[in-house]
């Protein structure tokens, strides 16, 4: 049996399950060969020799290709019933048979690779309802299969730790030969990054390079490797096979489509998840939606949410900046190395695919003698990242095929007239956040069946009036310094249905800022606004706006003047149905931020309301998930908008220097109701240098999906609103370590129970 490395905390929490009598299901969850059945052979051994008294302790393998019949004849002859009882038996009754042997005693069962729910209780499992005493546990590449397996505790295994993965990798190699040569450890330690912390791909990479003593090899190993994996020892069978079976599994081929289409992501580069989606409308992977950008929003969330429960990508929360030193939390998503490894070979074995695809492997084609063939042919060209470091892009290359351009990061300065001449298919432009690219030639608007353009990141200042030729641009994304967008571009984009524009350089003024209110006002085609302003008329005429309001899916207030408060009918809320994303920042005049509903409206004479309507309370903010006010100096606290926003995820305050309390219940009515409601979804929480923050909440809240706290310079906050039940999915708390040893808690127990989750941050944050 393989050595477990890298997995004891895996290993510690799934035993505290398994001698927690509330806990009767455990699945073990996670990518192909990270390691599931080696630990879950761990835990089978431990308790074999453990002695805990069990009557039975069975193992099954289950499968991809296995049924329900084929289980319950395993579990049948685990448990040493006579063979002949069974061949003449029906499977009710083979059931009923299973179930009287287990029912009154205590048994473990073992279920290694699970792909799809079981009916247990069919085959004969005594249910978890009853009163003996039974445990499950399973492993499994689909986190959605421990959600129908109605799992107590899901346990994700990750990749391993650096140094554990180097360990490992040491392990299999063999001292013989990591002490052949001097030069040895440092290029094993180069080969095993090459692994990206995968455990198989260790094993597998490691058992091949044994009998290798040769500097030489192993430098030839790891160009290969970096190069040409699949064309490595063992890669393709042992490595690449289970993850493509993964692959494979996938149901439908709109899910297949988005996953490839990932692997033109760089290594180790990762995407904002709601950015991701856009290019997936405007290449038609989600045409089915129409015209409808929301449901196709909500599909792509959806086929995000599928790959990352499978395993086949990852999602992380990432502190990103959205102008001057605006910082926000976005969800981006990236797909792990060694898996792009294998959607790549995928992609050049389907014979549809060959040479119509430039990636960063392919840069080194740029400028040499077999550029033109390659280029002519292709159809994708997806360059991403400072690998790449292009500063001008040629303008001879011929690319009357090419639908999708992806030039994202690669320190492009110039893209000279004429170079879009030769590209009448191109569908999909990204140019974004190439921070020298200060201008777009007049020749884009012969881009005639552009549907998506992305200059985020650029300093693009004006927008060339050709850009009205675009009919049917659908999506255009415009960066924070770009001051000029020409009246006559937005009104001709007859298709425009996705308009961006964060300008945060303060550079238009009111009257500007109004008219392009104006203008997208009569935009029918228009389904979603993502805006900022720094002028409190402009933001009073937005949240004003019957047609915007329904459209609006991120804002930001930056800086605005003479802006004291932001008070907000409910009913107009809850026709914020889209808003996805509220930034405020630098509003140093701001005091309060309230929601009000009718009959507080009704009562009041205040004339800073934004608008009047006659809906119903319920379902304000209904889709804000993301929230940001950084160097607010006034503004005491944030209440209201989050008790509105019930499905907030993730919330950012900086440098708020006078916010004394994040929630605040006045009247404390409902308080058991609103413990449960207040944060229930929300997975991060930021809190740094707010000076007289004293407390979260003064009630304890649930936070039943809370993942990450971090807490930087808040002297004032000695407690957090936690008990023992708080918490359950926190993975950590970060801080400094004499802010963390300053905490008070009311049950020590709780204290003992966070402080594993506990991460010390150094000074500076």
Request: glycine fraction near 6%; hydrophobic fraction near 40%.
């Amino acid at each position: 049996m393989d050595r477990v490395v890298g997995f004891e905390s895996a290993f510690e929490e799934a035993w505290r399950c398994i001698e927690d009598g509330s806990v009767r299901i455990i699945g073990l969850f996670g990518m192909g060969g990270v390691g599931k059945t080696t630990l879950l052979t761990k835990i089978y051994n431990e308790l074999v020799q453990s002695g805990l008294s069990y009557d039975f302790v069975l193992w099954i393998v289950v499968s991809k290709q296995a049924n329900s019949d084929k289980i319950q004849k395993d579990v049948w002859r685990k448990l040493n019933l006579p063979e002949s009882e069974m061949e003449n038996s029906s499977r009710e009754d083979i059931a009923t048979k299973i179930f009287n042997v287990m029912k009154r005693t205590k048994f473990l069962l073992f279920l290694d690779d699970l792909w799809n729910r079981i009916d247990l209780v069919s085959i004969g499992i005594p249910s978890t309802s009853n009163q003996n005493e039974l445990k499950i546990i399973f492993t499994t590449r689909s986190e959605e299969v421990c959600g129908s397996m109605q799992a107590d505790r899901s346990i994700k295994l990750e990749c391993l730790p650096t140094d554990k993965a180097l360990e490992l990798f040491q392990e299999k190699v063999g001292k013989e030969t990591w002490i052949a040569h001097p030069d040895i450890p440092k290029l094993a330690e180069n080969l095993a990054e090459e692994c990206k912390c995968l455990p198989l791909a260790l094993i597998t990479v490691g058992r091949a390079m044994a009998s290798k003593r040769s500097p030489h090899e192993w430098k030839h190993a790891i160009e290969v490797l970096r190069n040409r994996p699949h064309t490595f020892s063992g890669m393709r069978n042992d490595v690449f096979a289970p993850l493509e079976f993964s692959y494979k599994s996938l149901p439908d081929e709109t899910l297949k489509k988005c996953f490839l289409y990932c692997a033109m992501l760089p290594v180790d580069y990762g995407i904002r998840k709601d950015e991701l989606i856009l290019l997936w409308i405007a290449e038609g992977f989600l045409d089915q939606y129409g015209h409808d950008i929301h449901k196709a929003r909500n599909y792509g969330e959806s086929i995000i949410g599928s790959l990352t429960r499978a395993c086949l990508l990852e999602s992380l929360v990432v502190v990103e900046p959205f102008g001057l030193v605006i910082n926000g939390l976005v969800i981006n998503v990236k797909m792990h190395e060694v898996v792009r490894d294998m959607a790549l070979v995928i992609i050049s074995e389907s014979g549809s695919n060959n040479n119509k695809v430039v990636l960063n492997e392919d840069f080194r084609l740029i400028g040499s003698d077999e550029q033109r063939d390659r280029w002519k042919d292709a159809e994708i060209v997806s360059l991403w990242s400072d690998y790449c470091g292009m500063d001008w892009f040629p303008t001879n290359l011929s690319s009357t095929n090419l639908c999708t351009m992806i030039l994202r990061d690669i320190h492009l300065q110039i893209l000279q007239d004429g170079v879009f001449s030769s590209m009448p298919s191109l569908k999909v432009l990204d140019l974004s956040y190439n921070r020298f690219l200060s201008k777009l030639p007049e020749d884009i608007g012969k881009l005639s069946n552009l549907r998506y353009l992305n200059i985020g990141g650029t300093p693009i200042i004006r927008l060339p009036l050709e850009l009205k030729n675009l009919k049917k641009l659908k999506i255009l994304l415009i960066g924070v310094d770009c001051e000029y967008v020409p009246k006559e571009v937005i009104s001709n984009l007859d298709s425009l249905t996705v308009f961006r524009w964060m300008n945060s350089s303060g550079s238009l003024t009111q009257e500007e800022q109004l008219s392009m209110i104006g203008d997208l006002e009569v935009k029918k085609e228009i389904s979603e606004v993502s805006l900022s302003f720094r002028f409190a008329e402009s933001v009073k005429k937005l949240l004003n706006s019957c047609k915007l309001q329904t459209r609006l899916r991120s804002l930001i207030m930056v800086d605005c003047l003479n802006m004291t408060s932001v008070i907000v009918l409910s009913s107009i809320a809850k026709r914020m149905e889209h808003l996805s994303e509220l930034y405020i920042c630098y509003c140093n005049e701001l005091e309060e931020i309230r929601v009000i509903n009718m009959e507080e409206m009704e009562s009041s004479d205040d004339q800073r309301i934004l608008g009047v309507s006659n809906l119903r309370d319920e379902g304000c903010f209904s889709d804000l998930c993301s929230i940001a006010i950084v160097f607010c100096e006034r503004l005491k606290d944030v209440s209201s908008i989050i008790l509105y926003a019930a499905n907030l995820m993730h919330l950012y305050i900086h440098h708020c220097s006078s916010m004394q309390e994040l929630v605040i219940d006045d009247n404390g009515e409902g308080s058991e109701n609103n413990s449960n409601r207040t944060f229930s979804q929300l997975t991060t929480l930021y809190l740094i240098q707010l000076d007289k923050l004293e407390s979260i909440s003064r009630r304890e809240l649930s936070f039943s999906s809370l993942k990450s706290i971090l807490v930087y310079d808040c002297p004032g906050l000695k407690k957090l609103p936690f008990n023992r039940d708080s918490a359950k999915s926190l993975k950590e708390i970060r801080g400094k370590k004499e802010w963390w040893d300053g905490l008070h808690w009311d049950d020590p127990a709780t204290g003992g129970v966070f402080s594993q989750k506990f991460v010390e941050i150094d000074q500076e944050g």
